[in-house]
């Protein structure tokens, strides 16, 4: 597990909420969907980092798995009984994403990071 997300009806709120309460530092990206990067702590101690986006009815809050070919576990996902909820999708400066769901519904992201030199 690498990242989380929340998914919010009011952004400002949630991000003073976070903000006050554990000290996280929003900040705003480019990607495809107005989305807010969070680190949650110094980069020296363990534990993981997630982002902020708009709660719709579409868009579900994910955890997201780390993976070095997402065309590869497209097809793994798919041949152990789970399914795409996404496409796959290029965040700049990130990598390529996809939504899936486990054999019950169940929602999680696959990120394939892009290679040091492409950020």
């Given at each position: ?22 000290g ?36 579900n ?7 070095p ?8 996902v ?31 992201g ?8 492409k950020?």
């Amino acid at each position: 597990m690498i990242h989380f997300e929340i998914a919010a009806k009011d952004i400002e709120t949630i991000q003073h909420f976070y903000t006050k309460t554990f000290g996280w530092k929003f900040r705003k990206i480019k990607a495809p969907i107005e989305y807010w990067r969070i680190r949650t702590g110094d980069e020296k101690e363990p534990g993981i980092d997630g982002g902020l986006f708009k709660k719709t009815l579409l868009m579900n809050a994910n955890n997201v798995i780390a993976v070095p070919s997402l065309d590869y576990y497209v097809n793994k996902v798919r041949k152990n009984g789970g399914s795409m909820a996404s496409p796959k999708v290029r965040v700049p400066g990130i990598g390529r994403i996809a939504v899936f769901r486990d054999p019950e519904g169940n929602e999680f992201g696959l990120l394939e990071a892009e290679p040091e030199e492409k950020r």
